[in-house]
């Protein structure tokens, strides 16, 4: 079974300041990672996604993300805090069988000026 | 189109009516899901359209729910007999082909009301 716990459902930063969203995974397989942002009224987009190439990720917008098998981590960081960067974040895991993405419960960003 | 097109964007329906949502998907994009997002809970599979293979229907809460895919193309999720616990927002993904790799391009929802 696979599952994805993202901790902290709320994350505040100050403008300028880093961004970082925790997600951690479970799978019995090397899985496939996901981030997407779903901005207010919008549907989800696609940040960035790990598919067992280089473990570092860079995404849009800034965005980048770190594979760490052995803490079953895929944490997402941007350096410096937009404004535009307030949304909800959602980390997803899959494999490369099947069809099925499992998504976390998502982490509500606001950017404090 | 430009992207995955879902109606109506808001629906408010009594207990025990039944509902239609609308996805129409990206051209050309041969996969098709449907998600619930309820609040405070990520997203809950539903179901799962690949070409013409059989409907992975295995998130299907009850058999309430039903689903259909038409010509490869347009989706409509259907709930019978709408209870208050159906309430969420219902959204629609599509992705070029299918498996676990791919981008998956999301519609902005239907936030479904059910008094």
């Known amino acids: 079974a696979q599952s994805v716990t993202q901790l902290g459902s709320h994350v505040s930063v100050s403008e300028g300041a880093l961004v970082l969203l925790r997600c951690n995974y479970s799978?019995?397989?090397?899985?496939?990672l996901f981030w997407y942002v779903q901005y207010p009224n919008q549907g989800l987009q696609l940040l960035l996604k790990y598919t067992s190439a280089a473990t570092l990720v860079k995404g849009i917008n800034g965005f980048e993300a770190e594979f760490k098998k052995s803490e079953t981590s895929f944490h997402l960081t941007k350096p410096s805090a937009h404004m535009s960067d307030a949304a909800e974040y959602f980390c997803a895991v899959s494999k490369n069988t099947g069809n099925q993405f499992y998504f976390g419960t998502g982490t509500s960003l606001t950017v404090i000026p | 189109g430009a992207g995955v097109s879902q109606s109506p964007s808001n629906k408010v329906t009594e207990k025990g009516k039944d509902v239609e949502l609308r996805c129409d998907p990206i051209s050309g994009h041969t996969a098709l899901y449907w998600y619930r997002q309820s609040l405070g809970q990520g997203l809950e599979f539903l179901i799962y359209?690949?070409?013409?293979?059989?409907?992975?229907k295995s998130g299907l809460p009850s058999d309430r729910f039903s689903a259909e895919r038409t010509g490869g193309s347009v989706s409509t999720l259907t709930i019978q007999r709408t209870q208050q616990e159906d309430s969420a927002v219902y959204l629609c993904a599509s992705s070029r082909a299918g498996g676990g790799s791919e981008k998956l391009f999301f519609g902005s929802g239907t936030q479904l009301s059910v008094l």
């Open positions: 799978s019995s397989v090397p899985p496939y």
């Open positions: 359209f690949q070409g013409n293979s059989a409907p992975d």
